[in-house]
């Protein structure tokens, strides 16, 4: 081998242990920041959270114990003693999904605040088209469509 050649393995081993290092650091904050949350720990969920693989998760050892020890932890058991649809079982659960639908709920409140932007945005440029081309802008009709005949 040649030393230039020998330099560039070297980095780039050196590069992707970084790399690899960078990522378990991400994946150890995101599960800290779901736990901190009260959400559940899943691959998914620290995959989608810190940006990383499946693979990767799985992949690494230390991080796969750890997530799965959460995850089983996390599971509620129902006991003998316990009956399972006991009131506070039911005020969790309906917590949780009350919780779940909030979350989704502002998950879609952004995603309309954006597609109306990239419209108005949209509307801009037609209207700025419009006039560069010289073409007169019709008045703003306010009368609904459904309204005329």
């Not at 506070?88 to 949780?96: A, D, E």
């Not at 801009?124 to 609904?144: D, K, T, Y």
């Amino acid at each position: 081998m040649t030393d230039p050649r020998d330099r560039r393995i070297t980095a780039l081993a050196a590069a992707a242990k970084a790399k690899s290092e960078s990522k378990t650091r991400e994946a150890e904050q995101a599960i800290r920041r779901l736990v901190k949350r009260g959400e559940p720990i899943s691959f998914q969920a620290v995959q989608r959270e810190a940006g990383v693989s499946h693979a990767f998760l799985y992949n690494h050892p230390e991080l796969r114990q750890r997530i799965e020890h959460l995850r089983n932890r996390r599971r509620p058991t129902v006991t003998a003693d316990t009956p399972a649809d006991s009131d506070s079982t039911l005020v969790i659960t309906l917590t949780q999904q009350i919780a779940e639908l909030k979350k989704q709920h502002h998950q879609q409140i952004q995603a309309l605040r954006n597609a109306l932007e990239r419209a108005h945005g949209e509307n801009l440029e037609l209207r700025r088209e419009l006039a560069r081309r010289g073409i007169n802008q019709p008045a703003i009709n306010v009368v609904s469509i459904a309204t005329t005949t």
